[in-house]
């Protein structure tokens, strides 16, 4: 069955979806969306509401139904099933400005005062003039000479995005496995994976000598393939299938991961994921993941 989540910081009231489906060019007459379809539920700071569909919706109506609930600073997913309470799903997720609301990188960069020359090769591949794995290779060289223990100093600086630490808290609570795929570095993730409940990570190796990083990358690039490679291969490693698994990001890097999961879901995603995907956040935060569950209704 398919359902609509929405959810909000605000109480969603019965009136603002009504007025959100009332467009005969949704191709879904009032008729349809009927009250006693509706569950509401409170957690975390959010206000969600569930309503049930027994149609199937295209990504132009889900989009053009989002926009209207926009208005209202209301977010939409749609969702083909909710996740069941006595199986274990898996939840993936991209690291910088997803789990954490910093860009790694970029706090490196700064600490080793090549910002602007980092910055700039950022620029050019967001523009499209350069590859993902270039990008990573050109940026990754301007941090030759840095001393290793710079990845601690910056790791103390790191905060969880809103809603993540809900999500620690709830997501193993009900049984499920949470792994991080990041184009990133490892040795941020090996730090975080000591104090969170994560289950597994890959993120890119950064080559060291006497003390300091030489400005080369070891071992496979994690790209935006390599991460749906990875989902796929945890996914039927913990015997999940897809349709259990849900992905989380913000960037374009992340679009196939996202959709190779059963729930891909951008995070204040960036327009060039958003093009790519159904399921976006803008408004609320991380915490709106718990509603993913049967039992949060």
């Not at 941020?188 to 994976?193: E, N, R, T």
């Not at 890959?202 to 989902?231: D, H, P, S, V």
């Amino acid at each position: 069955m398919n359902s609509i989540l929405l959810f909000s910081h605000n109480p969603i009231h019965n009136t603002q979806i009504f007025d959100s489906f009332q467009d005969d060019t949704l191709g879904t007459s009032l008729s349809t969306i009927d009250a006693k379809t509706f569950s509401h539920s409170e957690r975390y700071g959010l206000h969600s509401v569930r309503i049930t569909l027994d149609t199937s919706w295209n990504r132009n109506q889900i989009v053009m139904i989002r926009e209207r609930f926009a208005k209202y600073q209301i977010d939409l997913l749609y969702i083909p099933s909710l996740l069941p309470n006595n199986q274990t799903s898996l939840f993936v997720f991209d690291m910088d400005s997803t789990v954490i609301k910093e860009e790694v990188i970029d706090e490196l960069a700064r600490k080793h005062g090549v910002f602007e020359e980092v910055a700039s090769v950022t620029k050019k591949a967001m523009e499209g003039g350069m590859g993902f794995d270039e990008a990573l290779r050109l940026r990754v060289k301007h941090l030759a000479g840095l001393p290793i223990q710079s990845f601690k100093e910056v790791y103390d600086l790191l905060h969880l995005n809103d809603g993540m630490e809900t999500v620690f808290q709830f997501v193993p609570s009900n049984g499920c496995k949470l792994g991080i795929l990041s184009g990133g570095f490892s040795p941020v993730l090996k730090l975080f994976s000591k104090k969170y409940p994560v289950d597994f990570f890959r993120a890119n190796g950064l080559e060291e000598k006497g003390g300091f990083f030489t400005g080369q990358i070891l071992g496979e690039i994690i790209n935006r393939e390599k991460k749906e490679m990875y989902l796929r291969k945890y996914a039927n490693e913990f015997s999940i299938p897809l349709e259990r698994v849900v992905a989380v990001g913000d960037g374009a890097n992340d679009a196939l991961m996202l959709n190779a999961a059963g729930i891909g879901i951008g995070i204040h995603a960036k327009q060039g994921l958003k093009d790519q995907i159904t399921n976006w956040i803008d408004f609320t935060n991380l915490s709106a993941l718990v509603f993913l569950f049967e039992n949060t209704f």
